[in-house]
């Protein structure tokens, strides 16, 4: 399944529910739908219009009549039958023959046909037999954010759609909505997920990464050349080695993602690499007396070998990984392609454009910031000198100490803890809720409210979105009284000063302190959006596979109690704890064969 690109819950103090569910499914979910790259607008939750018809079950039974037929003639009345065409000299027309309801009131007066039509039967209508009632549908699923009723509104992308191009034009069509006043003044929409804020924060902090790379690169270069016009010549390779990258990730139909734009900020810094070299040739041989065009080329004749020798062998290193399958390919594939393209790019700028820029440079006079780099240069390697001719004194000792610190490494870094990605902190955090079975929804929604109490304390959280009585995916709802979820919006981490796990065994403390009785309490921190390595968030999943249900069962209860002590594993849960209270009636098919039942009509 897709997830949503965003989520949205839309409330209001004025509106009924019944009214917001009409106007979010025909209004609101209309008007997004129309927009590029979206592929439906999903509503969820609140109450949906329902007629209901109550019958009279002891005025039927002096009829004759039972609920089947009320259900029937409804059935049989409330739809459009084709009416063939109407030909005329000129043309033709279609017809159609329109029986679908317009009204409630169309409904009541709806005439019930008993088997002798010529009684007065045929002249009774629904409405003397039954109630019409314009109400709502049996509420079996709420949701809130912040303590105020709403509906969850979820946009699904097309599959080849941008996911931050989709989300910017919803947001823009809500605010043109807005303004235009076709969104009502008292009617509130709040976004609870977007997929596109993770998008923008990794490019965002992925090009902030490789332009302060570019600045502070440039920096070092000014400080060990000592030579602004040098500097600008680094400066301006830097943006045309970076074009030439974009040239080769647009023939190979690469975008702007957190792989691409990391390989293209480590591409930047080998991009300096060779670029450096080529410059400090080329101004020591200007300095030897040289002329500066005669000094450019020979000092690119003397070390193009070795730049690209040191690009081949940055190349050989990283290569090997395109070759990689399954999801670390696919992760790593468009970063090793990236920096594979900006080392290409790199040893061109550096074998053409710095050697021409250079040498239109003069050597000139070196400058206070050079003596002073080349003064603690000096310092540095004769303070080096001086310590290697005492370490060589006793080499063995040397020996002995480095052979020392690799025995004490190895058996760390094989213990040390190994994850494929490291964990996020985007502050949401997830609270699911299982109570008894056989609860309704109203007792569960008490039980919630008291831990909606406890999280709302918590001076971290920004915005608690509530769903009771099961959960909602788009349009599916999936209904359960004894469940409900909590998603917490936490505020960022600056602000809060405290991560998100440390907030959840802090909370979860709060909880325990409660002891609510027959709830279940488990809270979780969600993972990267889109890669999952089992069915659900959890880090580790048991599964015990068996043709006895009931034994499956109970050695999952054992192991659920063996894993209980072990330290540092929480929510531990199986999949057939839950037992779902039923009310099964069993046929006497005899007997109701006698009376001219079966277990339909009697179902």
Known sequence: FQLPVAEYVISS????????????????????LTLPGVAAAEVGGGLEREVQVIADQYRLAGLGLDVLDIEQTLREANRDISAGRLRMPDGEISGRTGGRFTSVEEIADLPLSGEDRERPLSLLRLGEVARVIDGAAEERLRIRLDDRPGIKLSIQKQPLANTVAVVDAVEAELGRLGKTGEIPQDIQIRRVDDQARYIRQSLNNAVTAAVSGALLAMAVVYVFLGSLRRTLIIGSAIPIAVLVTFILMAVSGLTFNIMTLGGLALGIGMLVDSTIVMLENIYRRQRLGEPNARAADSAASEVTSAIVASTSTNLAAVLPFLFIGGLVGLLFRELIFTISAAIVASMAVALTLVPALA???????????????????????EGYAWLLARLLRVRWLVIAVFVAGLAYTVPWFQESRQEFLPKLDEGDVRISLTADSGIDIGEMDALTRKVEELVAAQPEVDAIFTTVGGFVFGRSQ????????????????????????????????????????GLKVYLSTRGIRGI????????????????????LAGLADEALERLKGIEGLRNLQHSSEEVTQELSVRLDRKRAASYGLQVEDVG
């Not at 103090?13 to 019944?18: K, R």
């Not at 040498?359 to 390697?381: F, I, K, Y």
């Open 478 to 517: 999936f209904e359960n009284a004894n469940r409900a979820s909590l998603q917490v919006l936490l505020k960022p981490l600056a602000e809060r000063g405290i991560s998100s796990n440390d907030w959840i065994a802090r909370v979860k403390k709060s909880i325990t302190a409660e002891e609510i009785p």
């Open 13 to 32: 103090p004025l509106l009924d529910p019944v009214e917001l569910r009409a106007w979010v499914d025909y209004g609101l979910s209309r008007a997004l």
């Open 359 to 381: 040498g239109l440079v003069p050597a000139g006079r070196e400058g206070a910031l050079r003596r002073h780099a080349d003064r603690a240069m000096a310092a540095a390697q």
């Open 532 to 551: 999952r390595f089992g069915s659900g968030d959890d880090d580790l999943s048991i599964r015990i596979k068996g043709s006895d249900l009931n034994v």
